[in-house]
């Protein structure tokens, strides 16, 4: 099993809703990836979990919060978001943060009205 | 902080014409580079890595890419496009901060790929 596993694939929500993206993958990898991907734009890194751990936050707003609640899993929760922050969302997942590929998922298509 | 530079944002072929697109980076450290590809609606698929080693490398589906470090530069390459190959491409390098690594996109090339 190579995948890494995006849920849902596409989330319309409002200023003033709470929603989670998901994010899942087996492929025993201990590093995984928030991306953020505007239209025509290249992937943009949001964090980096290490073996569960929150190493990296590329000064992402505090209405993103990820979460890793175990080495399969990442989530992206989300609350009063604005706008301008419809885009795709890419989890991606490594055997480490090392010199090793990172392996992405389709995306979470996120719309916010 | 590391940056990447794909010069050429869209590029349209022939079929059968051959490819190649142009790839920059600044960091001066070690770095592992990568080319990615993006099907239509599909999700980011790794066409092909370098780590250390033979410093040209081939990847899939006949796609070829040589590291030139005194250059800074990481060319992707193939002899013979298809239409199959329509996708944007993406040059990425990844920079290790500590414990962790960053990877880092080009602004990406749209290919296109005319009958």
């Known amino acids: 099993d190579t995948e890494v596993t995006q849920t849902p694939k596409h989330l319309v929500m409002g200023m003033t809703n709470k929603k989670s993206l998901k994010c899942e993958q087996h492929m025993g990898h201990r590093a995984m990836y928030w991306y953020k991907q505007k239209a025509k734009k290249p992937p943009e890194l949001m964090f980096v979990y290490s073996y569960e751990k929150l190493s990296i936050n590329e000064s992402v707003p505090s209405r993103f919060s990820p979460e890793c609640p175990n080495s399969s899993l990442l989530n992206l929760h989300l609350h009063a978001l604005q706008p301008e922050d419809s885009a795709l969302y890419l989890c991606?997942?490594?055997?480490?943060?090392?010199?090793?590929?990172?392996?992405f998922g389709q995306g979470t298509r996120l719309t916010v009205v | 902080a590391q940056s990447v530079s794909q010069h050429n944002h869209h590029v349209i072929l022939s079929e059968a014409a051959s490819l190649e697109l142009g790839c920059n980076y600044s960091?001066?450290?070690?770095?592992?580079l990568f080319w990615y590809v993006q099907y239509p609606g599909q999700h980011l698929q790794l066409l092909l890595k370098?780590?250390?080693?033979?410093?040209l490398v081939k990847g899939i589906k006949g796609f070829e890419a040589e590291f030139i470090k005194s250059k800074f530069s990481f060319n992707l390459r193939k002899p013979s496009v298809q239409w199959s190959d329509t996708a944007e491409y993406f040059c990425?390098?990844?920079?290790?901060?500590?414990?962790?690594?960053?990877?880092?996109f080009g602004t990406g090339t749209r290919l296109q790929v005319t009958l």
């Open positions: 960091y001066g450290g070690t770095v592992n």
């Open positions: 991606a997942s490594s055997q480490h943060t090392g010199n090793t590929e990172a392996f």
């Open positions: 990425a390098v990844n920079e290790r901060t500590g414990t962790a690594s960053k990877l880092t």
């Open positions: 370098y780590f250390s080693g033979d410093p």
